[in-house]
């Protein structure tokens, strides 16, 4: 889809989470690669953390970043996936206002070119609380470049049309 050049950009404030029990810093891979994929589009990542696959924990965290006007974007990875202790996804829909349900229509279809019928493991979703976009994403360095670079790079600049998430950005809180 067409960038409009004539538009300028306006760069977003994302704040990146890693849900598991086993990640560092140092091993945590796929939040890296948010980073730097926000980083390099413009954006400014405002924060990263990692907390465990506890959905209190992840819960406590989202709300966090929903309460501070310095945050526009939620990207999380890991967690989503079909086991006990994947519970990224319900935490995730206990905070939203509304769910941003094609998300994880596109996340599966693009991903089911890539790894097949696999995808029908994922769990992803997004939605919006409090006026901040939330994403959850699938751990794996494969699932978060594929939602990166198909799905959010576009929809997170303003200059991409025909529409994209940040136009709409000052006016979740409509009532």
């Known amino acids: 889809m067409p960038i409009d050049d004539s538009r300028p950009f ?3 404030r994302i704040a ?8 560092t810093e140092e091993t945590d ?3 890296r690669i948010l980073v730097e994929r926000a980083t390099e589009a413009g954006h400014e990542v405002v924060a990263k953390r990692i907390v ?4 209190e924990a992840i819960e406590a965290q989202l709300r966090a970043w929903i309460a501070d006007r310095g945050v526009d974007v939620v990207i999380s990875t890991g967690g989503t996936g079909l086991t006990g202790r994947d519970v990224t996804p319900e935490a995730f829909e206990a905070v ?6 094609g998300f994880g229509e596109l996340f599966r279809w693009q991903s089911f070119a890539k790894i ?13 609380a409090g006026g901040t976009y939330l ?3 699938p751990g794996s360095r494969g699932a978060v470049k594929d939602a990166w670079d198909g799905i959010l790079r576009e929809q997170l600049d303003i200059r991409h049309r025909p529409c994209n ?5 000052g006016r979740l809180t409509e009532s």
């Open 96 to 101: 939203y206002d509304k769910p941003i349900v």
């Open 165 to 169: 998430f940040a136009e709409l950005l």
């Open 10 to 12: 306006h760069p977003l």
């Open 16 to 23: 990146i989470l890693t849900v598991s029990d086993t990640r």
């Open 135 to 137: 994403f959850a994403l």
């Open 29 to 31: 891979e796929s939040g």
């Open 116 to 128: 097949g019928t696999s995808t029908i493991q994922s769990r992803a979703t997004a939605g919006v």
């Open 52 to 55: 465990a696959d506890e959905r």
